[in-house]
């Protein structure tokens, strides 16, 4: 099973943030994964956030400038905590 999908599993049972899901992660909790496994996980978030944020801009006919910003601001945040967590993105 890949890293995503234990998230999306962890998500559905218990709503785990991010980090605390990360934090698990790094203790063994759901297997061992290689720092390019945990790395295609945070791009695979990355990903997401991006495509979300367009579809949902417009739908609400958001412009597409505060997309962006909304986009950066997320992905910056999930860098920080794979970084706060792990210490490498």
């Known amino acids: 099973m890949e890293v995503f999908d234990i998230y999306v ?4 049972e218990e709503m785990l943030p991010l980090e605390e899901f990360l934090r698990r992660l790094k203790e063994g ?3 061992q994964f290689s720092e390019d496994d945990i790395r295609e996980f945070r791009e695979i ?10 579809v ?3 739908e609400l006919g958001i412009p597409e400038g505060e997309v962006y ?14 970084e706060r967590v792990f210490g490498w993105l």
């Open 45 to 54: 978030l990355e990903r997401n956030v991006s495509e979300s944020a367009h």
């Open 9 to 12: 599993e962890a998500l559905a």
């Open 69 to 82: 910003r909304v986009i950066e601001e997320n992905i910056l945040d999930i860098r920080a905590t794979f």
């Open 29 to 31: 909790r759901y297997g």
């Open 56 to 58: 949902k801009g417009a």
